[in-house]
Nanobody, 115 residues
Framework: QVQLVESGGGLVQPGGSLRLSCAVSGNIANVYVVAWHRQAPGKQRTLVAL???????SYEDSVKGRFTISRDNAKNTVYLQMSSLVPEDTAVYYCRYFGAGQNYWGQGTQVTVSS
């Protein structure tokens, strides 16, 4: 089993920055992916960015150049650095771990971009 604990959400003004953290613990596979998804009110949950166990990354088009996903292997933590935030980035952000037949989600953290 794998546990995910997210933190770092909050209220930020347009143009501001936030860093989300996802602490991963438990039975972590050798080959895995950690992803950030988001879900705005009334909309489907969508993929924002992901990082695999080799360090490869991928981003949804609307966040390219603004968001950066990274990891600290020593802390088993994946980060999502978000910059140049716009109101359309407002959503609940979820961390997801999948690999070796496993699929786990975090509890979500609210990000609100508003003046």
């Amino acid at each position: 089993q794998v546990q995910l604990v997210e933190s770092g959400g909050g209220l930020v003004q347009p143009g501001g920055s936030l860093r989300l953290s996802c602490a991963v613990s438990g039975n972590i596979a050798n080959v895995y992916v950690v992803a950030w998804h988001r879900q705005a009110p009334g909309k489907q949950r969508t993929l924002v960015a992901l990082i695999n166990s080799l360090g490869g990354t991928s981003y949804e088009d609307s966040v390219k150049g603004r968001f950066t996903i990274s990891r600290d292997n020593a802390k088993n933590t994946v980060y999502l650095q978000m910059s140049s935030l716009v109101p359309e980035d407002t959503a609940v952000y979820y961390c997801r771990y999948f690999g070796a037949g496993q699929n786990y989600w975090g509890q979500g953290t609210q990000v609100t971009v508003s003046s």
